[in-house]
């Protein structure tokens, strides 16, 4: 049996598409616990650690050349890019650069506070969401977050890091590099961004803030394209398919966003990033998600 069409936050559809959006995710996990029921194989069981609710999402065989992510926090991949490597499973490597956090939703009970217990949290947010993606090493570098107000980096912590990564780099010589482009003005996010461009990477994927500054992307946004220029050259994949799988992957990181309908956030950026999908001719109709990544110019996919 299909499944229904996915809401889109478009007319009527606006006003409910949060709610609409955890309505087919409901539905999808019915269908996926049928089928388990059923004893079908390769549905797997994720628990988000914060409320150990349970999720089940279909298992894939990664193929193909290996990637290697350099994520400043815990969830970054996730946000920006889980749908692409949910729909395009390779082999796969994660080094989260800033573990060291105090960083949870203030609605979380003030119970969580020391930053052992949110990092050990966190972690294990992460550890469940990257099951089903395959991934084979999840190194944790151990550094401090940024603290708000924020600051520009020291452009002595640039070479510093890329230092720190470059074992990473050697351990897997054939991955292809992927990193955060930098849209986000977090200082965190371009020092990972400008650490990875000093080791050779030229793909990363649309790193734009998804929670607390959420209104300001049309800001970064602009700033982003006044400083990249020529440099970069953007490039939409399509999620549909897999939005949902998306979804179950961010209920993952509940520490971040509460209520969790309020994740809806991310699935309206992305069906905002799908515009370019859509044709005249009806050839990319279908295509109501996508993610952005972008790649130094004149370098083409791996």
Partial sequence: MPRRPLPVPDGIGIYGFP???????????GRLR???ESGEPGILELVAPLTETRYLIEERAPRGRPVLALEPHHDDLVLSAGGYVLSRTRPLTVVTVFTQTTSVHPGISPGLSSIDEISALRAEESRQAFLPLHVTRHHL???NDADAPYQANDPRSVPLLADLLRPCLDEHPDAELIAPAGV??????????EAARRLGCRWFWDDTSFYPTYA??????????????????SEVQDITDVALDKLVL???????????REMYRVLRYNWTVAAPLHSDDGVSGNARFAERFFRVAGQGSA
């Fill in 19 to 29: 709610d609409d959006m955890l309505a087919s995710l409901d539905e999808w996990q």
């Fill in 216 to 233: 300001a992307n049309v800001d970064d946004r602009h700033l982003f394209d006044l400083r990249v220029g020529r440099i970069l050259t």
């Fill in 184 to 193: 986000t003005r977090h200082p965190d996010h371009l020092r990972v961004h």
């Fill in 141 to 143: 570098l151990g550094l």
């Fill in 34 to 36: 049928s089928r388990r």
């Fill in 250 to 260: 961010l209920h993952m990181y509940q520490s971040q966003m509460q209520p969790q």
